[in-house]
């Protein structure tokens, strides 16, 4: 099992930066794909970005392309989220999220097995 703790979050003007981590504790955090999720009030949870186990493969959602990157660190059990060039749009609470993989990606909210508390990013225009 694996506990995630996201942190970094915040308030920010627009066109400014924000980077997130997650913190994994429990074991093989290396065999884990990661991915990061948003969710606005009155919204569904949305994708923003995934990572395979290794770091080497990384997907976005097209409006976080070329704004936002995932990485992840696995000596130190922690996947990151940078964000660049903030938009109010991107106010929401940021999650991330966990599953078992060989080599996989997943995109999908149900898809994933773990989950954190969330932490809330707040753009002001």
């Known amino acids: 099992q694996v506990q995630l703790v996201e942190s970094g979050g915040g308030l920010v003007q627009a066109g400014g930066s924000l980077r997130l981590s997650c913190a994994a504790s429990g074991r093989a955090f290396s065999s884990y794909a990661m991915g990061w999720f948003r969710q606005a009030p009155g919204k569904e949870r949305e994708l923003v970005a995934v990572i395979n186990w290794s770091g080497r493969t990384i997907r976005y959602a097209d409006s976080m392309k070329g704004r936002f990157t995932i990485s992840r660190d696995n000596a130190k059990n922690t996947v990151y989220l940078q964000m660049n060039s903030l938009k109010p749009e991107d106010t929401a609470v940021y999650y991330c999220?966990?599953?078992?993989?060989?080599?996989?990606?997943?995109?999908?909210?149900?898809?994933?097995?773990?989950w954190g508390q969330g932490t809330q990013v707040t753009v002001s225009s």
């Open positions: 999220a966990a599953r078992a993989s060989t080599d996989n990606l997943y995109y999908t909210v149900r898809e994933y097995d773990y």
